[in-house]
């Protein structure tokens, strides 16, 4: 939110824009993401994810110290490449750490109750963080960012030291003489191999790349299309309307974490790629014809329902199909095919809505979704591994 708004003021209304800044929030995925996931698997994953948060907190922190003058642009822009290069080493670690801390047959569960806590602080989040930066400015937003920080590395304690077995320290002195052995670049090669040649991994990597794409080309053009058709202050309006997205997120999760064992978690994710897509359309054509908030809320709160289940099952898939040796690495190039997909269709679409409108590519994006979905779902039925 705070990132939004400082652009919002800048550059009221351009999309370009707020994409050129996030791709320095994207460009770490790609430049440390495959460095990381080897660290992660060699380093204590709890010791990671503290000192990541610790590091962004102050990080945070600092940004608001240089955001009076255009001149010092270029430094935040250093700034924030630094917090999301931290970030790089935290996401996979706090996805590697899930089966150290549980039993297989609760991966499901688990992974539903990490995306649940996740959409319980969005929904405060984004709506607090709207408020904030709507009432207390830009500085505001990136101060309260910083204290979420602090708040998590200090919550990370709470893991408790018996969940880090005997065999996970063996493991752990296994992987230092396997480390001292093996290059991080070897590694890095080794990872992507794996990544390419394990079927259900790779599936998730292209579910992740779809995910991206459909981020990049709705986040910056819908934007920009939620400031045009609601004629609201981008910061507050968007800030509730991503809360009401998160219940829905929430409660998706919920359910899908209770009743999902019941079903194959490939079908999930072509079933709620094809009505995710459909919901698209719905809530941009309608918001065409009727541009009213409390309809937007309501469409967004159904998005995030259809949503939640596909960041589930794919993370579960995951889980199941990748060893533990190679669980960090797994998750950084999951990260990479995401923020790859993410990085280029938010430029091709903020392109796109200059030269057509943002309702026509929003719903192409729908429409796309929708037929993968289908289609998967179909070509799920042919090849066994899918079943």
Known sequence: MAIIGYISIGAPGSGMQLAKLLSFTILPVFIIGPVAGVYVDRWDRRRMMFISDLLRAMLVMVIPLFLLTKKSMPLVYFLIFLVFSIGRFFVPAKLSIIPELVKKEDLLIANSL???????????????????????GVKGGFYLDAVSFFVSSALIFFIGPKQFSKIRIVQMGREIVEAIQKSVIQEVKEGLTYFVRK?????????????????GSAYVVGIVFIQQILHRTVTLGLGFLIMFLGIGLFLGALVYG???QRVSHFKIIFLSLFFSGLMLIIFVLTLVR??????AAVLSFILGLFVAPIIIATNTIVHNAST????GKTFSSL??????????????????????????VLTMVGFSFSLIGISGFFIKQKVRWLN
């Not at 009727?290 to 309809?295: A, E, H, L, T, V």
Request: charged share 10%.
């Open 290 to 295: 009727y541009p009213y908030f409390s309809i």
């Open 258 to 260: 209770r009743f999902g």
């Open 335 to 360: 990260e990479i095919a995401m923020h790859l997909g993410f990085f280029l269709f938010m430029f091709i679409s903020s392109f796109l809505a200059e030269k057509i409108s943002s309702v026509s």
């Open 114 to 136: 990490v995306n649940i806590t996740g959409m319980i602080a969005a929904i405060g989040g984004f709506a607090l963080g709207g408020l904030i930066v709507q009432y207390w």
């Open 324 to 327: 533990e040796e190679m669980m």
């Open 199 to 215: 079927k259900e991994v790779g599936f998730t990597g292209l579910i992740m790349l779809l995910l991206g794409a459909a981020g």
